[in-house]
């Protein structure tokens, strides 16, 4: 139910004149997954549905798209890979609001972080971010930055290295 009433929510709250582009079904356990996107979100006319993509396919989205959504309310002090994929790939994350997050990137630095039930703020600061394109790529350039040298595979395996040494 949070998942789903989550990204319904934010999705809603953007702007009428910024294009909004969802790309897959509802996932089972989202929110009344028995109903479309196009259930909740066939009202607005600033909301492109598509056909479920690859992950692979999601990349090329990803490198052409200026802001990425990232909701996972449920995740208290961690994060979902599409915050990474986007941010490596140049797209301006906006996601939402834990400590894990915080704690590895700066709101309105390098992200957009969206607080628990700030769906109509997150609204606005996307319309805004994008009609301020130098800032809009700077963050997205600090946060690529930050992915790329903080947050890759290899800096996952060389954490799980030194912790399991710790055990060996």
Known sequence: YTRGLDRIKLIRAIPEEV???????????????????????????NVIIHSPLSFLDSLDVLRVSKISLNSFPFFKNGTHERLFTGSALGSLV??????????????????????????????????????DTKKREEMALKAREKTLKFHTWHNRAETLIQEMNKFL
Do not use: C, M
């Not at 929110?31 to 259930?39: A, D, G, M, R, V």
């Not at 704690?103 to 390098?110: A, H, K, S």
């Open 19 to 45: 294009k909004v582009h969802v790309f897959g079904a509802n996932a089972e356990g989202d929110f009344l997954p028995k109903n479309s996107w196009e259930h909740y979100l066939g009202d607005k006319k």
């Open 94 to 131: 906006a996601t939402s609001d834990n400590l894990w997050v915080r704690r590895n990137f700066i709101d309105g630095e390098d992200i957009l972080i969206v607080p628990p039930k700030g769906w109509d703020q997150a609204g606005e600061r996307i319309r805004d971010i994008l009609k």
